[in-house]
Every structure is written in structure tokens, then in C-alpha cells.
């Protein structure tokens, strides 16, 4: 099994920061790439930014110049640093990796639970 858990969501207020993780464990072989998807009530999920195990990201127009994603790999671990939070920002960020798993070396979407970010205006 691979689990994907995220910490760091929270309230902040508008134009603030703030710093979300996600690990990624259990039986990997290789992860592609990881990354964030938010979602907005009454919207669809989007991308925020992703990584690939190369180091390459991309980030969606709407954060471009106020986040920034890193990731440590031998940690399986992704960050996701916002700054300058707006109330548009409000939302459950979902952790996300393109991996291979151990046992069939299949390679697969994975997501985490999700995390709220409030920002208050």
C-alpha cells in the first residue's frame, strides 16, 4: 500500500504564509513526480504546482510568484511554500504523486486525504 499524508493547512490571514508536507511511504519503488491540487467549494480540483523527480516544476498562473514547491527525495517528502495568501486561496489542497509501486511496478496516481487552508480576508 502507499499512503500520501499532508500536514500544514490551517488558518491564516491574508497575506500571510504558509508551508504545507506531504510524505509519501510504503511499498514505492520510484515516484515521477509530486505535486498539489486545490480545491475550492463549488469548483473543480486544480493544479497548484508539481515537481518531477528531476527537479523540474510547474506552477498553475494563479500561484505563479507566490509559491514555491521542493521536494527532498530521500525523504519521499514534497513542500508546498505560499506566501502572500489571498482569500481566493481558500481551499482543501490534496497532495499528489505519480509512482511506481513495489510489488507489480505499476505506475499509478496516488492522492493524500487533503488539507484545508482558510485565508481570512
Do not use: H
Not at 500536514?7 to 506531504?22: F, K
Not at 508539481?50 to 498562473?61: C, E, K, L
Amino acid at each position: 500500500q502507499v499512503q500520501l499524508v499532508e500536514s500544514g493547512g490551517g488558518l491564516v490571514q491574508a497575506g500571510g504564509s504558509l508551508r504545507l508536507s506531504c510524505a509519501a511511504s510504503g511499498s514505492i519503488f520510484s515516484i515521477n513526480a509530486m505535486g498539489w491540487y486545490r480545491q475550492a467549494p463549488g469548483k473543480q480540483r486544480e493544479l497548484v504546482a508539481t515537481v518531477t523527480s528531476g527537479g523540474r516544476s510547474n506552477y498553475s498562473d494563479s500561484v505563479t510568484g507566490r509559491g514555491t514547491i521542493s521536494k527532498d527525495n530521500a525523504k519521499n517528502t514534497v513542500y508546498l511554500q505560499m506566501n502572500s495568501l489571498k482569500a481566493e486561496d481558500t481551499a482543501v489542497y490534496y497532495c499528489y504523486a505519480d509512482l511506481k509501486v513495489s510489488w507489480t511496478l505499476k505506475r499509478g496516481d496516488y492522492w493524500g486525504q487533503g488539507t484545508q487552508v482558510t485565508v481570512s480576508s
